[in-house]
């Protein structure tokens, strides 16, 4: 197929994933893909995109980390990583991959998550230590109800 046909796939999978439908912009990545297009860019959104609707994150992780074998500086994919790592609820390797990213380049999406991921809450009681015993369970139950 042509590489105007490619990009095109790869395009349309970038503005669904943009309108938050990632299952259509799977469907693009992967015709992409099956096409010749497995370029690093395409390979990393294809696996955000399995690992958020399918729920394949190893696999997800695997072709996320492929994309930077090939294309190492671009925070795109650590990006892409990251959310991935969220998605598995692994928050220090999300924090990982967006600081890796962060140190690539600038990216304004990775930014926001690492400022959204990387932030703590203030304690519950600020005379206490962040560690204090009371501090923590105050915290958890506050959490649980809905109030903090």
Do not use: W
Request: proline content about 3%; charged content about 25%.
């Amino acid at each position: 197929m042509a590489t105007q046909e490619i990009e095109q796939y790869l395009n349309r999978g970038v503005l669904k994933l943009g309108q938050g439908d990632a299952l259509s912009a799977l469907v693009h990545f992967e015709k992409a893909v099956n096409a010749g297009g497995g370029t690093p860019e395409c390979m990393s959104y294809l696996g955000y995109c399995i690992a958020k609707e399918r729920g394949q994150t190893a696999r997800g992780k695997i072709l996320c980390r492929e994309a930077l074998d090939e294309d190492p500086g671009n925070p795109l994919h650590f990006l892409n990583l990251a959310k991935i790592c969220l998605l598995c609820r692994d928050k220090d390797g999300a924090l990982e991959a967006l600081r890796q990213g962060a140190a690539c380049g600038v990216n304004e999406e990775l930014s926001a998550l690492l400022e959204e991921v990387g932030s703590r809450k203030p304690p519950v009681f600020s005379f206490l230590h962040r560690d204090h015993l009371l501090n923590r369970y105050a915290g958890v139950v506050f959490s649980r109800l809905g109030l903090r």
